[in-house]
């Protein structure tokens, strides 16, 4: 009896620090609001590359600095040639802008096709379907870059790209099981 009580202690001790672990996180970045140059913050700043995971993780690109009305275009720029287009915001009346690559289509169409290297398809129940054929872009350290459309101004902060984790393969594995994703790799 005393044994299952120190597994049981055990296993519940392994569970909390694993939500601990897991549920904390970094503070978010910040614009520096006494600067008044161009500057850009990403949110997080590290792009997970499991897909399951990346497809649920909203990537927020806040900036100041910038010439109101103009137009911002976010990259991603880095190894082995990595240059991909993610978003393309309007700046506002105050110089800053906000975009957020989440959940719309255009937005998981840039995780897909830039991230990712995959395609998207549709199944027989008219569901979309990331489907794997190549390598994603490589785990390592890149950079966003801002661009106006209608200046030279342009910013850049760090990014780490992720490889997946032991629970985004398994969380890959089971949207492979459900069709919510095809490894054709």
Same mark, same amino acid.
């Given at each position: 009896?005393?044994?299952?009580?120190?597994?049981?202690?055990?296993?519940?001790?392994?569970?909390?620090?694993?939500?601990?672990?897991?549920?904390?996180?970094?503070?978010?970045?910040?614009?520096?609001?006494?600067?008044?140059?161009?500057?850009?913050?990403?949110?997080?700043?590290?792009?997970?590359?499991?897909?399951?995971?990346?497809?649920?993780?909203?990537?927020?690109?806040?900036?100041?600095?910038?010439?109101?009305?103009?137009?911002?275009?976010?990259?991603?720029?880095?190894?082995?040639? +990595?240059?991909?287009?993610?978003?393309? @915001?309007?700046?506002?009346?105050?110089? #800053?802008? &906000? %975009?957020?690559?989440?959940? =719309? *289509?255009?937005?998981?169409?840039?995780?897909?096709?830039?991230?990712?290297?995959?395609?998207?398809?549709?199944?027989?129940?008219?569901?979309? +379907?990331?489907?794997?054929?190549?390598? @994603?872009?490589?785990?390592?350290?890149? #950079?966003? &870059? %801002?661009?106006?459309?209608? =200046? *030279?101004?342009?910013?850049?902060?760090?990014?780490?790209?992720?490889?997946?984790?032991?629970?985004?393969?398994?969380?890959?594995?089971?949207?492979?099981?459900?069709?919510?994703?095809?490894?054709?790799?």
């Amino acid at each position: 009896m005393q044994c299952f009580q120190r597994l049981r202690l055990s296993v519940f001790a392994a569970v909390v620090l694993l939500v601990f672990t897991l549920g904390c996180s970094t503070a978010p970045k910040v614009l520096d609001r006494s600067f008044s140059g161009p500057q850009l913050v990403m949110n997080p700043p590290v792009i997970p590359l499991g897909v399951a995971k990346l497809m649920e993780t909203n990537i927020v690109f806040e900036g100041s600095g910038f010439k109101p009305g103009d137009t911002v275009f976010v990259s991603l720029i880095g190894q082995k040639e +990595v240059n991909t287009s993610l978003v393309l @915001t309007k700046v506002q009346a105050n110089g #800053t802008f &906000r %975009a957020e690559v989440g959940q =719309s *289509s255009q937005a998981k169409l840039a995780k897909i096709t830039g991230i990712l290297r995959a395609n998207v398809v549709t199944n027989e129940a008219f569901d979309s +379907v990331v489907v794997l054929t190549r390598p @994603t872009i490589p785990a390592g350290a890149y #950079t966003a &870059r %801002a661009t106006s459309l209608f =200046s *030279s101004l342009t910013v850049e902060t760090p990014v780490t790209v992720a490889a997946p984790t032991f629970f985004n393969r398994i969380m890959d594995g089971i949207a492979d099981m459900l069709g919510k994703i095809e490894d054709k790799r």
